[in-house]
C-alpha cells in the first residue's frame, strides 16, 4: 500500500481523522493546481486582469502606419480567437488599416520556455502540451472541424483558425457504418516547416459520426500570432506589408488599445473545473512576473510561492514544483501538506472563490459523470488529478452530519488507472460520516 496516501481533517478541528502514509511526497497530479491556484488568488486577488496592448511605432499618416505595429503581451491565459478579434477590430475601428512595417511581438513578460512539447508525453501536437508564452493566442491551436457532405458523397474539412501559412490537403471519403474511433481510421500528417505547416487528411469518415473536431497544435508561438492576426487583419480589409519578429514598444510608441482578460477569479475556475494545464501554467509564471517585476519563470514562481506558504506559517519541504499543473513527472507534495493547505484555504479572504473554482460531484467540470444518482452527489468540491500512474483526488467534503472536512487522496502506482472505484468509495465513505461519533 506504498503508492497509497490518505488524509482527511474536519476543518477547526485539531488532528485529522485520517491520516494514511500522509507524510510521504507524491506525485499529485492536477491537484497541483490546488496550490497553484490558491496562491493566485491571495496574492494576485480575485480581480487581477492581463493586459494585451497594442502600439504604433511610427507615424500615422491617414490610415497608414509609417512603421511597425507592436503587440505587447502580459501573459492571458484566455486570450482565445474571440477577443483577439476584438482587439484588431479595435484598431480597425480607429482608422488604421495598413502597416507598411512590421508586426512586433513582445513576449518578454515571460523567459523564453524552450520547452519540448514531446518530452512529457512524445504527443507534440496535443493542446495540452503547448508551453506557455506571454503572447498566449487561443492556445495555440487549430479546430479541424469534419462535416459530411451528402449531396457531394464527401466530407468538408475546415481549420479555424486558418493562419496564412497553414496548407491542408484532404481526401477524405465518406463511409458507413458506426462512428466509433473515428480519429483513428484517419491518416493524418502534421510535418513541421520551418514556421509554416502543411497538414493533409485522408482515409475514410462515417457519415454516422455527424460533425466532429480535432484540435491540434501546430506552428510555433510567434509564427502562430503573426498567421492568425494576417489571417483576421486582411479579413478586415486591412493589409500588413512586413513580416514578424521579436522586440518591444520602445519609447516612442504610442498605444492604440488594450484589452483585458477576464477576472482571476474565473481564470481559476477554468483552471480547475476543467483541469487546463496551459492555463494553469500561464497562471504560475504569472505569480513571479507579478510579485518579482522581473520575467517569469519557473524558478522564481516556485520560490514565490515557498515564501507565501512560510508567511502562513506553512512549511513543505518536500515540494517540488515544476509547472505548477501537475502535467508532471517530477513535481511532489503529502497528502499531509496538501490538506493543510485546504485547510489554511478554509479561513482565507478568497475560500469562496477558491472552492467554488473545484468540481462538485455529479454537476460539473471533470466530476459531471462521476458519482451521478449518488447520495454524495452535489455535496463533494474535489479536484482529480490524472496521469499513467497516477489518480488524485483533494478538496472538500459537507458530510451527513453537517461537518466540512478537507480530503485527499493519492494513488501512484503503474495500476493507478484501476483506483477510480477506490476514490469514489472513499468520498462515499468520508460522506457518511467518517469517523463522527455513533
Partial sequence: MSGVAAFVQEVGAPKPLLA???AQAMNPASTMKLVTTYAALELLGPTFVWRTEAYASGSLSGDALEGDLVLRGTGDPKLTIENFWV???????????????????????FEPIGDEPARFDGEPFRPYNVSPDALLLNFKT?????????????????????????????????????????????????????????????????????????????????AYVYGVF??????????????????????????????????LAEVVRDINKFSNNVMARQL????????LKLPGNAARSSGVIRSWLAQKPLVFPELAMENGSGLS????????????????????????????????AANDGTMRRRLNLDSVA????????????????????????????AIVFFINHANAAAGEVAQDAFLRWVFEGAGAPQ
Fill in 230 to 263: 494576417r489571417q483576421l487583419w486582411e479579413e478586415m480589409g486591412g493589409a500588413l506589408k512586413g513580416g514578424f519578429r521579436e522586440g518591444t514598444p520602445g519609447p516612442g510608441a504610442r498605444l492604440l488599445y488594450a484589452i483585458e482578460s477576464p477576472q
Fill in 284 to 291: 504560475f509564471l504569472t505569480l513571479s512576473a507579478e510579485v
Fill in 329 to 360: 513527472r517530477r513535481e511532489r507534495i503529502s497528502a499531509e501538506h496538501l490538506g493543510k493547505l485546504l485547510l489554511a484555504a478554509w479561513h482565507s479572504p478568497v475560500m469562496p472563490e477558491f472552492i467554488a473554482s473545484m468540481p462538485l
Fill in 20 to 22: 494514511f502514509n500522509a
Fill in 142 to 222: 487549430v479546430r479541424f472541424t469534419f462535416s459530411p457532405d451528402p449531396d457531394r458523397q464527401g466530407v468538408r474539412v475546415v481549420a479555424e483558425p486558418r493562419p496564412v501559412q497553414l496548407e491542408l490537403a484532404q481526401s477524405v471519403r465518406l463511409a458507413e457504418g458506426p462512428c466509433g474511433d473515428w480519429r483513428g481510421r484517419l491518416k493524418a500528417d502534421f510535418p513541421p516547416i520551418n514556421g509554416a505547416a502543411r497538414v493533409s487528411f485522408s482515409g475514410p469518415y462515417p457519415a454516422s459520426c455527424g460533425e466532429q473536431s480535432w484540435n491540434v497544435a501546430l506552428l510555433p508561438h510567434d
Fill in 87 to 109: 482587439l484588431l477590430r479595435a484598431l480597425r475601428a480607429r482608422g488604421l488599416r495598413e502597416i507598411r512595417g512590421d508586426l512586433v511581438l513582445d513576449r518578454a513578460y
Fill in 378 to 405: 452535489g455535496h463533494v468540491h474535489v479536484k482529480t488529478g490524472t496521469l499513467a500512474d497516477a489518480r488524485t483526488a483533494a478538496g472538500y467534503v459537507l458530510d451527513l452530519t453537517g461537518r466540512r472536512l
